[in-house]
């Protein structure tokens, strides 16, 4: 699989761009100033401890107070707090842990109040960034990721990825982590391991001790809430999650995040240094890689599919649904039940990319086309099982109810990517918004390509308004002559004044209106 990483950098925001063989899948933002974000570690106090709901609101260096519930805590937070204590009176046997004697396991059916009080200062890391009216959420289980390994204090077990199937390697890995592993410390073997040698491996679990070390001597001098540890930036963090083999190039239209990036890959794959491009032509880099376009396309209420097939998806507060239509799909099933097949099977591909594009969590209704056999329910679910295995968020997914619905339950993280695909009117001065005009030639083609297959038109006539004439027919090789070699059929294009900007009608070869 071809994989591109292209960066597109401005005064408010960083916005990162990954492409799997050309096409957009993931867009990530980071806004400039953001002063929470998952992996941050905190030192905060303890604002309120909410009985009835086990848990409690923690003061942290952001604007909304964090919410910590009791399972939140984790199994080892007594070993964690005696390790707050000593570490702010400045007892230096914290900093290797040796010798530390942990505490008692936590109880799973625990009090919070019997843990924490009002006022008490609490080690804790971001686990999910503010959503809407949502503060931060946290935890008292502190870990490290790094490229290789995740590094997980008070726990002396070695854990490998699931994804690692081959038993030698699983045995190799982990007893090459037993030999340079610190006493004190346990760590977690992440998949892009496999392979990996001792060197490329020690290196990052010392980069993760340094992180540590960082951590302890900031607890020396904490006099209020504050933040300890920075998770890596946006950028990153991508690179240091998603970096493989198989990644081909990484462009970034700013010098000093272009140098950033060349120098923390320099660090966790120095042979894949020569992959990252600087972008300095004049058109904008998502214009010039087609992104803007797919982010036209693929964001908004409706999301049009290729063969006429089109999404209508809608963010709740409490959910995401997602309605499957056939539109103007061409029939090529031998009846009914194929053709409803054959529609759910493209939708859900586009779901499932849908889904990591928009970062959408929480609860997914999916609202499939009917299908009677269940043999066809049966392998609908199972290419979306597939179609899914490719998303690293943890994810559930529900086989079809008999009202024909999917529940998907993903992990979220953070707040669902939102673009604004509407542009100002420009006859109504901005008072109004409309679909976006390269979104309306996509919908005149896909009726354009009905009318070819299913009526057996011949030749067309197209009524537009003048703007969308002009980008109809402007080059010699103009958008109506390249569809006209597609799909073999003589095409004219007409401009009226009389027309709307997103108006438009097809006539037959006898000057007859086509009703769409």
């Avoid at 980069?207 to 540590?212: E, G, I, N, T, V």
Wanted: neutral net charge; aromatic residues 8%; proline residues 3%.
């Amino acid at each position: 699989m071809n994989k591109e990483l292209v960066i597109s950098s401005s005064e408010k925001e960083v916005q990162l761009a990954l492409l799997e063989d050309k096409q957009l899948v993931e867009l990530h933002k980071e806004k400039s100033g953001n002063r929470v974000q998952v992996g941050d570690i905190y030192i905060g106090r303890v604002k309120k401890i909410m009985s009835g709901l086990n848990a409690a609101f923690v003061e942290v260096d952001g604007e909304k107070d964090g919410f910590m519930h009791y399972l939140d805590l984790g199994p080892n937070y007594g070993s964690v707090s005696k390790y707050v204590k000593l570490a702010m009176n400045g007892d230096p046997s914290v900093k290797t842990l040796n010798g530390f004697k942990t505490e008692p396991i936590l109880e799973k059916n625990g009090n919070l109040s019997n843990v924490l009080k009002v006022g008490q200062m609490v080690l804790a890391q971001v686990t999910k960034e503010p959503i809407s009216t949502k503060g931060p959420k946290l935890s008292g289980d502190i870990s490290f990721a790094g490229r290789y390994l995740v590094l997980t204090p008070f726990v002396s077990r070695i854990s490998i990825s699931q994804k690692i199937k081959g038993s030698e390697e699983r045995g190799r890995l982990r007893r090459l982590l037993q030999s340079i592993k610190p006493e004190g410390f346990g760590v977690i073997v992440r998949t892009i391991a496999e392979g990996k040698g001792v060197a490329e491996l020690d290196a990052d679990l010392r980069y993760l001790l340094s992180q540590w070390e960082l951590l302890t001597e900031g607890l020396k001098h904490v006099t209020s809430s504050q933040k300890l540890v920075s998770e890596l930036n946006a950028t990153s963090a991508l690179l240091r999650d998603v970096l493989t083999d198989d990644f081909n190039t990484i462009y970034v239209d700013d010098e000093f995040i272009y140098n950033e990036v060349r120098q923390y890959i320099a660090t966790i794959a120095p042979a894949k240094v020569d992959i990252v491009r600087h972008y300095k032509m004049e058109t904008p880099i998502f214009e010039q890689f087609g992104v803007l376009r797919d982010i036209r396309r693929a964001f908004g209420k409706i999301v049009t599919i290729r063969s006429g097939v089109y999404l209508y998806i809608e963010h709740t507060e409490a959910m995401h649904v997602i309605d499957v239509n056939s539109g103007n799909h061409i029939k090529s099933g031998s009846g009914q039940e194929d053709t409803a097949l054959q529609v759910n099977i493209e939708s859900a591909k586009e779901i499932a990319r849908q889904l990591r594009l928009r970062d959408m969590g929480g609860i997914v209704i999916v609202d499939f086309v009917d299908m009677q056999k269940a043999e066809h329910r049966k392998q609908l679910f199972d290419f979306m099982t597939e179609e899914m295995s490719h998303d690293k968020a943890r994810h559930t997914i529900l086989p079809l109810s008999k009202f024909g619905l999917m529940q998907i339950t993903r992990q979220r993280v953070r707040p669902a990517v939102e673009v604004d695909v509407q542009e100002k009117c420009p006859f109504c001065d901005g008072t109004g918004t409309i679909k976006s005009s390269l979104v309306v030639v996509d919908e005149i083609e896909s009726n354009l390509r009905y009318l070819c297959s299913s009526q057996n038109e011949k030749r067309l006539q197209i009524v537009v308004h003048p703007y969308v004439y002009a980008y109809l027919t402007k080059g010699l090789r103009s958008v109506r002559l390249k569809w006209m070699l597609k799909y073999r059929l003589r095409i004219g294009v007409k401009p009226s004044e009389s027309y709307g900007l997103l108006d438009y009608k097809f006539f037959n070869a006898s000057g007859d209106e086509i009703s769409m």
